[in-house]
């Protein structure tokens, strides 16, 4: 935190005597107690309101409650979510029938206005302040600039997604407010559209029992992750990664201490949000249907899929299990509307792109993204290669040998270790003054790997497609060299009414 910004914080002397009895910085002591008071708001609000017919009490409680813990947390620093909020109100008001200019300031207002509070608070650090839940709120308001202007449209014009969350009628102003400002939703996430609130509201999810459980199991596995991760970090503290001690070690150590304190690190963000759902989970806004048993489904707000995170091999993997209503929302508000491109690959990397603005200047999380998008494609391309040249040859004797399962086992695992680690680097350290010092230190295996891949994928697959023309114009390349432009054009076509057919 800038110790200019530090000095006009309000000065809470029992949270910071508290903060130093048990040895964290006080907005992290503030923020956590801010996610478990979910669970007693949930209480209350079950126990007193929800029996309540009169639909404003409700909105009134989570307005209240949600700007009461964001005051606890960032004191008049509040304003700027409120301002926020309110300008998004007025817009709809005005401007909602003018799709494209109303869209255009709601996206503009809301992601300068992030960007400028990056700018005038952030230091090389993660800071606990004001632009935290702001950033939720950000893709919040946005996302509901979007439903609002798709309420206008006829039905037959919206895809699948867009007919879930599509407002007909804007909300009150202390719907929004009440929308905006959810307990155990503003200050981490998940995201979750207003329509999803206001069936919550009607009562729709309350018929259905067993939400109690389900969050007290979510509430379990956040304390555990939460466990897990402090004492992870005690053995791997950040700043070792930057000392010569650890450049010392062996390389098949450095890689490994890397990737183990990469996945601790991890764990950290994934305990905020597993108790933030507990909360969500108890409260009953999480109903997403029935599950294959007949039994209510409460993953509506799951920002994270464990036993895929624990279980998978990949980064792609890790992409898929980790933040996921974030991403889901990106797919949904930026990257489907792109679809006019016709190119899946501008496509996904504006959504990247815009994700690392989103998060703030520094170059670390840039770099993140873009590894992510190179790994992934790197990880896609060794995936056809075993698939369509490997297996067709060998397959046969590799799958009857035991040797090979092991070896196949380990090599996975170890990649998803090792690379977790290099991935996740950037985005920790932030400062290119850091995260390059890390790189050195386990001598930038990472960009090693993915080079020398690329140089081996792209020559065999120049120098097979020369060489398996016969003079007679006979094509005989594999399938995977046949086939790849025509998926690609496939896909591009495809991506056009996706949506409709899954809905079919």
Known sequence: ??????????????????????????????????????????????????????????????????????????????????????????????????????????????????????????????????????????????????????????????????????????????????????????????????????????????????????????????????????????????????????AEQSFIKRIYFLGFWAKFSLYKYISCWLLTEGALIGIGLTYKGKNKDGEPDWSGCSNVKLMLLETGNTMEHYVQSFNVNTNQWVGQYIYKRLKFLNNRTISYGAALGFLAVWHGYHCGYYMTFLMEYMVVSTEKQITRFYTSVVLPKWGEVLNNSDIYKLLYFIALKSYNICFMGWCLTAFVFLKYERWIVVYGAVNYYGFTFLFLWAVFYHTYRTLFRVSSRKPGGEDERPVESKTEEKKSQEQISGEKDADDKKSE
């Open 1 to 246: 935190m800038t110790e200019e910004y530090s000095e006009i914080l309000p000065q809470r002397g029992l949270m910071d005597g508290i903060a130093s009895l048990v040895g964290v910085p006080v907005e992290a002591l503030r923020l956590l107690l801010t996610i478990l008071a979910g669970y007693p708001v949930a209480f209350v609000y079950l126990k007193f309101i929800a029996g309540i017919n009169d639909k404003k009490v409700h909105h009134l409680f989570f307005a209240a409650s949600g700007a009461g813990l964001c005051y606890f947390n960032y004191g008049s620093d509040t304003y700027h979510s409120l301002l926020g909020i309110v300008t998004t109100y007025f817009l709809v008001l005005f401007l909602r029938k003018k799709t494209q200019i109303f869209l255009t300031l709601n996206f503009v207002f809301h992601m300068s206005y992030l960007l400028l509070g990056y700018f005038f608070t952030s230091s090389n650090d993660y800071d606990i302040l004001w632009t935290m839940p702001q950033c939720i709120l950000v893709l919040r308001m946005i996302g509901f600039g979007f439903d609002v202007t798709d309420g206008l449209k006829a039905e037959s014009e919206l895809s699948k997604d867009q007919r879930e969350t599509a407002l007909r009628e804007p909300p009150s102003l202390l719907e929004l407010l009440a929308f905006a400002y959810f307990p155990s939703g503003f200050l981490v996430g998940p995201q979750f559209p207003y329509r999803r609130y206001q069936s919550f509201i009607n009562g729709q999810f309350r018929k259905h029992e067993g939400s109690f459980e389900a969050g007290v199991r979510r509430f379990g596995a956040g304390a555990f992750y939460l466990l897990v991760c402090q004492v992870g970090l005690s053995y791997f503290p950040d700043s070792y990664f930057l000392t010569p001690e650890f």
